[in-house]
Structures are given as C-alpha cells and as structure tokens.
C-alpha cells in the first residue's frame, strides 16, 4: 500500500515532507499530488513531484490527495500557529582562537539548519559577527565558522523564552457497547492546561460522523468498527504550543476489542543496561578484530551484567569507525561474513543480551558505487544523493559537474543521499529489511538529518513483524519530534552536558536534576527512554577532560536515573582514548568491579529503573557543598505505600564529604555498613567518595 501514512501535525512556517509509502522498484511518473483543502487565507503551493514538501503559511487544516497505482489516497496535515521568536546570535573576535579579522564570510550552523555550512551568513558587526534567526522557545546553540573552513570557530548559545510543550498518552476500553480513547493530558512546567485534539487516519474507514468527542475522550461505538481491521485515533495536546501526538490502534475481532498503543517504547527497555562496543578497537592493541574474536569475548560483556550490546557499523567501509559505508547490504570483508556476524548475534543471545544494529541511512561514504556513479553523470543515479548550488559548498573538493554534494558539518567524505528520491527511499527500506530480521534494533545514525515521514514508515514496518524491535535516535541535540510515532529511545544530550560541566567544575552538581527535568519541559511523553551516558565513540573520554575523581558519580548517575544506561567499551577500563584499543591485560580492575556493582544494584533494585526522582537536601558535614547532589528515588505500589526507597548521593568533589542521613546504615553501592547516628567518631556519618545509594 502506498497511502503516505498518519495525519501530519506542525506549525505554521515549517515545512512538512508528504511521501508514498513502499514505491516500487520503478516508480516513473506513477504519483501526483495534489491540495485539495486548505485554510481560506492560505496561498501555499504544493511542490510538484512523487516528494512533495508542504510549508503551511496560516493555522488550520490542510489536505491532500496522493494519485498512486492503487489508487488515491488522501492525508491531513494540521498546522498550528508559528511558535518561533526572533532571537540573536553573536560572537566576537575575542571569542575565536586565532586571527579572523580579515575573514570575508562567516557560516552559521546549528540544528535549526541540520548543521548545513554555506545557506546561513552571519555579518559583521563592530569587533564580532551576528546573525537574526526564529526559532521556538528552549535553549539553542549556534557554531560561527569562518572562510569556509573550521580552523576556527566560535559558538553561541541563546534561551528563547516561553512555555515548554503538553504532553498526553492515549488509552482505550470498552465501555456501553462503545470503545473509549481517552487522553490523560498534562500541562508543560509553568504552562496552560492543555485542550484535546483528535484526528482521525485517513487510511482507515472510520469517518468523523461515526465518533464522538467530548473533551479529553473519544468514543466509537462497537458496530463502527470492521471486523478484524485495524483502526488508528490520534490526539494531540494543545495549549500555547502543540505538543507531539500519541496513536492509540483499535482492532474487533468478533465481540472482542483489541487496543494497542504503537507509539510505547519495548517493555524491555524499561530494564536495559546497554553497552556500546566500538567494533575494531574491541578486541586489542595486537589482534585484528573479527567477528568471531569478537564472539570469544561475550563472556565478558555477559560478567558486566548488561543485556543489550550496541555495535558500531560493521558493514563494508574504508574505515575503522564503519561510519563511511560502501555496501549497505554485506559485511565488512576485514570483519567476517555475513554467517560469521550471525553466529555472533547468536551468541550474544545465549548469554540474554539483544544486539543493537548501527542503522547508517542519511549519507553513504563518497566511495560508493552509487556516488561514484552519481557523480560522473549516470542517469540512473542522478536524484540519488543531495546536490546544492557549488557557492553553497564549502568543503574545498573541487566536484564534478557544476552543483556539489550536500553534506553536514565539513564531512566531505559521506554525501547525504536524497530522500526526495524514491528510488532512494526504496533503497533505504531495503536496507531496514535486510537487517531488521537479523537484530534486536537499531541505533539509527545522524536520525536527525532523515525524513520524519520515513522514519515513521521505517517503525510501522520493523514493529509489524517484532513489537519489541528497538529503535534509538541519534539527535543531538535531542529533539522531541522524533518522539511522535517514530523512536523509542533518545540520547540524553542534556544529561551528558551537564554531567560534562559538573566534571570541569563549570557547573555545580545540582545540574544533574536541572537536566533531568528538560524531558517534561520538552514534551517527552513519560513513557519515552532517554539513553543516560557519559561518552561514546563521536565524544572524547570523560576522565580525559573532566576532573579527576568525577567519572564514577558521573556513570553512577546514568544508573541511579530512570532511562537506559548506557556504559562505552573501555568506559569501565579505563581506556584513555576516545577510540582506543581495549585495555584487556592492564585495565583498571577496581573500575570495572564498580560498573559491575553499578550494573547490580539497578538490577535489583527496581525503583532505580521506575521511580520518580525528588531532590533532597542533605547535610553535608565536611566537604564542598556545591559538589554533592543527592536526591530519592520513591515508588509507591498500588495500596500507595512506598517500597525501598533509596538515597542517592553523588560527590563530584575530590576529597570524600561526610553526610548525615536518616535512615538505612548500609551503603548499598559499596556493601559497606555505616552509623547513622550523626557523631563524630569513626563509624559516624555517611562517607561518599563517589557515590552511595541507602535505603531512604
């Protein structure tokens, strides 16, 4: 079936991309669009082409109807008013490294323009350089790079003022020969209480005349429902801005009614502990790594405890991260076959740890084929990657043709591929297919730089066949759309920078809880999970640039916080290295026995993983104040009591701080037995070198 998907919600001014879904291998001219509704004082124009991008110029209701080989098929698009700001960034010499007053242009990227050099131009102003832009409330970070190049630079950071976004979650029962979708809406941190949208799929038979709305519910009775047909209902929360929109799918069978809410994250994932192996650094300073070098030590990944293992790209690429791609659909021929690499994911699976795949679909390296062929001016290949005008480029490659690729950042090396292609959307939904079956998710790269609408096919697809399957979002920063009926999973880029400040000492510890609270702010549904860590492969290590003694309350954290954690290979080693090799023989043990105990204490303490998070006030007898962050995690059941509540204490400082606590005697992180009653002898108060957890 080809209908382009869900109804589409945004806002005035933002662009939306309409798409058929699953084309065929030759599409030719077989899809027209085409606006046949919109809003009384609206002038937009529909792009022409299988790709149509909408940008609604007033609020209010679109639609749309798609010509395509089975037939025509019609989507809304919902535009809410325009919630952005005029804002200002600017830098000034003195903010740069390096001499940059003769510069003749200054490039502005930031994720507002996906990181894209050469389409936004700061001028000069006085002794610096600014730049006038829109944007929606939150914080937002813009980087100024001069000459086209990235010698240097220099970056802003500016906070438009206004509400976050209302969040909701979606339900449904059977109630008097009817089925009620109700949505429990909230409101944002300091904003109105939100109103109750619903809309309808326009993929299913089920018509506005058959339901019933009543503020915060919707009922449909019985007998509208097919038989043995699914039906979608969506909502949306809005009050000064819309927030994302929740799904809830209904289907009868018979007197039965089934309800599903697809959008939920796996129910596993609300107890993962993942680990990020770097795959060629993994085995060594001495050994090639392979695949099955890579199986040999499983047993080791399995001795931490984890049970979800992410792998860096493991297909065909010149390079040692994998990120440069030139067959998305074989291994790379240094790491195995394509039997090898299964007979990993196999073993993986007999120690109980699910395999997240490195899902590598905005860009493929420049050594492609496909590029190769792109380039030189095969017609077959000529919509298959970005082109942009040449005095847009600025990564100094003297391209063929008179256009150059489109890339992100300076990364002249991986061309983004073109999604208003469906030559290439095919492409791309092959891969998925590909590899969906072999893994348990994927860790979808630069997510940010892809289409939402072929995200959203992407999860309808892998979820129809694994309802478990995992979907983790690279965004950085993180960014709330994506949670709209497309990932379960999200880098907690919030959580990483402020443990990143709290570790130079730039900030106090209390902006650990500051950033924990930046999801309901955002309009994060309370079901979605946020992948807490404090490096990766794209990061330098943490005990590289932060203070010394601050990397074990920092990983304590990630545990101690409800989301997923997440430990980087050789995190746990002590590997000094952003991708360095494993450090198997000389690694620091003590270290490791800390994340096992990290690992431990989450797994048997379920309110770590689904409690709430309060803060609290401590009294810190000796020590620095300001590097101590405590704060409970409380889980009532269903009679209201509360069951092992637990205090958790991080100490950023590095010397130990001795704390008074009410309360359990014992630190449940080292084992170890203390005295609560407040003197001063030697087996007084709680003493926190890093970090302790006690029963509250």
């Not at 879904?21 to 599409?27: K, Q, V, Y």
């Not at 790594?289 to 979800?308: C, I, K, M, N, P």
């Not at 108060?685 to 302790?692: F, R």
Request: glycine share 8%; proline share 6%; net charge negative.
């Amino acid at each position: 079936m080809h209908h382009p998907g869900p109804p589409r919600f945004t806002t005035v001014g933002k662009s939306v991309e309409l798409a058929p879904r699953n084309p065929p291998e030759d599409a030719g001219d077989a899809f027209r669009w085409r606006l046949t509704v919109a809003p009384e004082s609206s002038d937009v124009l529909l792009d022409a082409g299988p790709v149509a991008h909408l940008a609604p110029d007033v609020p209010g209701t679109y639609r749309v109807e798609l010509d395509a080989p089975d037939g025509t098929h019609r989507q809304t698009i919902r535009a809410f008013p325009d919630d952005r700001r005029d804002v200002r960034f600017r830098v000034d010499e003195d903010d740069v490294e390096g001499d940059v007053s003769g510069v003749e242009r200054c490039s502005v990227i930031a994720a507002f323009n996906d990181f894209t050099t050469g389409v936004l131009f700061a001028e000069r102003e006085g002794e610096g350089w600014a730049v006038d832009v829109a944007l929606p409330p939150g914080d937002h970070d813009a980087i100024f790079t001069f000459d086209d190049g990235w010698e240097h630079w220099a970056s802003d950071g500016v906070t438009v003022e206004g509400p976050g976004r209302p969040r909701l979650a979606l339900d449904g029962h059977v109630e008097d020969g009817s089925v009620v979708v109700a949505a429990d809406a909230a409101a944002a941190p300091n904003g109105d209480d939100p109103s109750v949208e619903f809309h309808l799929d326009d993929r299913d038979g089920l018509t506005d005349d058959a339901v019933e709305i009543a503020d915060d519910e919707l009922r449909v009775p019985l007998a509208a429902l097919p038989d043995d047909e699914t039906v979608r209902v969506h909502a949306v929360p809005v009050a000064e801005r819309h927030g994302v929109a929740d799904t809830v799918e209904l289907r009868r069978v018979g007197d039965d009614v089934h309800v599903a809410v697809p959008g939920s994250p796996p129910e596993w994932t609300r107890d993962a502990t993942m680990y990020q192996i770097f795959v060629r650094s993994f085995c060594g300073d001495t050994l090639e790594t392979t695949f099955a070098e890579l199986e040999r030590r499983v047993a080791y990944v399995e001795s931490l405890g984890v049970d979800t293992v992410w792998l860096t790209p493991v297909l065909a690429s010149p390079t040692t991260h994998g990120y440069h791609i030139t067959d998305l659909f074989d291994t790379a021929a240094d790491l195995g076959t394509r039997a090898e690499f299964e007979s990993l994911v196999d073993r993986f699976h007999e120690a109980g740890i699910r395999v997240v795949f490195d899902l590598v679909v905005n860009h493929t390296s420049r050594d492609h084929p496909a590029f190769q062929l792109h380039r030189a001016g095969v017609e077959e290949y000529a919509d298959h990657y970005e082109r942009v005008p040449r005095e847009a480029d600025t990564t100094g490659v003297d391209w063929a043709g008179e256009d150059a690729p489109g890339v992100y950042f300076n990364w002249a090396r991986i061309p983004n591929v073109n999604y208003d292609s469906l030559a290439v959307r095919r492409w791309m939904l092959d891969v998925v297919d590909e590899w969906a079956p072999v893994v348990d998710g994927f860790r979808c790269d630069v997510a940010w730089g892809v289409p939402h609408g072929f995200w959203k096919e992407v999860r309808e697809r892998v979820k129809a066949h694994d309802d478990e399957f995992l979907l983790l979002d690279e965004t950085v920063p993180r960014d709330v759309a994506f949670a709209e009926n497309e990932f379960d999973a999200h880098y907690d880029t919030d959580l990483y920078d402020a443990l990143r400040d709290v570790g130079t000492g730039e900030a106090s510890a209390d902006a650990v809880l500051d950033a924990v609270g930046d999801a309901e702010r955002y309009g994060f549904p309370d079901d979605a999970a946020h992948m807490r860590y404090v490096e990766n492969h794209d990061e330098e290590r943490y005990a590289s640039e932060c203070e010394t003694g601050t990397l074990r309350p920092a990983a304590a954290a990630t545990f101690t916080l409800p989301g997923v954690p997440m430990i980087y290979y050789g995190q746990e080693r002590g590997v000094p290295e952003q991708r360095g090799p494993m450090r198997w023989h000389d690694g620091d043990a003590d270290l490791t026995d800390y994340h096992r105990r990290l690992v431990a204490l989450r797994d048997a303490f379920p309110v770590l993983r689904e409690g709430t998070v309060e803060p609290v006030d401590v009294d810190v007898l000796e020590g620095a104040t300001e590097r101590v962050v405590a704060y409970a995690r409380t889980d009532e059941d269903a009679t209201g009591d509360s069951s092992d509540d637990l205090l958790v204490v991080l100490n950023f400082a590095d010397e130990p701080v001795r704390v008074a606590v009410d309360g359990g005697a014992t630190d449940l992180l080292a084992d170890e037995d203390f005295s609560d009653d407040g003197d001063s002898s030697d087996d007084g108060p709680l003493v926190v070198e890093d970090a302790a957890v006690v029963r509250y």
